[in-house]
């Protein structure tokens, strides 16, 4: 699949892959700091952001996707970063290209199996666009059911007009529905621990991932560091970006 995605300065190519049910465009603000460095693709996985949408959403599919990409760029090695979803499609994808990988970021996600939740899946299916005339609306109807704010103002930045002015998602929500169940499975063990330089960020406040997750992430990526950024969750480049752009910019830079 022909992803969308925005290209940022100049240096070593980094991917940059958003989580469920997010785009490319949560990610603007930590893109332009890293494009000083680096030459910065900001990416919509398939179904979400600007990319196409299609009925089959698996890490097999999104990791073939980055690929392609590769190949239409021209890039034979690439950093990446990605958050919670897209931290799992990084994990596969350096598991079946090791060579195509120098350096990765995993964040807020572990290897390990997480139980399907369908809770925002559900809530967001509450929402008939057919009748809905205002983005208020909209932020009502999920309002109901999501009290955190920054989840609520996460997913209302998916809402545009389409060519009809009528409001739509720009994720797929269907069929990421159907992909509930697989979201959270378990990134496959390879038979020998992967060598490319490899870390894991984790916020403090997030049960996304935990110190206990250790042992696996040193199973499978013999040179991996963890990392746990203080009073940030799961969104952890949002709660505590400063802090965030150091650790990781640091750590892309060695030996550059």
Known sequence: MKLSFRKLGNGKPLFILHGLLGSSDNWQTLGKQLAENFTVYLIDQRNHGRSPHSPEHNYDLMSEDLVELMHDESLEKVMLIGHSMGGKTVMLFALQHPEKVERMVVVDISPKEY????????????????????????????????????????????????????????????????????????????????????????GAKSEHISSTDSKLINAMFSNAKIVTIPEAGHWVHADKPVEFFNVVNTFLSENI
């Open 115 to 202: 139980p399907a939740n369908k809770d925002i899946i559900d809530t967001l299916e509450k929402v008939n666009l057919n009748e809905v005339k205002t983005r208020k609306e909209v932020e009502d109807i999920l309002s109901v059911d999501i009290k955190d704010a920054g989840i609520l103002q996460f997913l209302l930045k998916n809402l545009y007009w389409d060519d009809n002015q009528r409001l739509a998602w720009r994720f797929n929500l269907q069929t990421l529905k159907d992909f509930t169940p697989l979201v959270g499975e378990a990134t496959p063990i390879p038979s020998n621990p992967l060598q490319m330089p490899a870390l894991f960020m984790m």
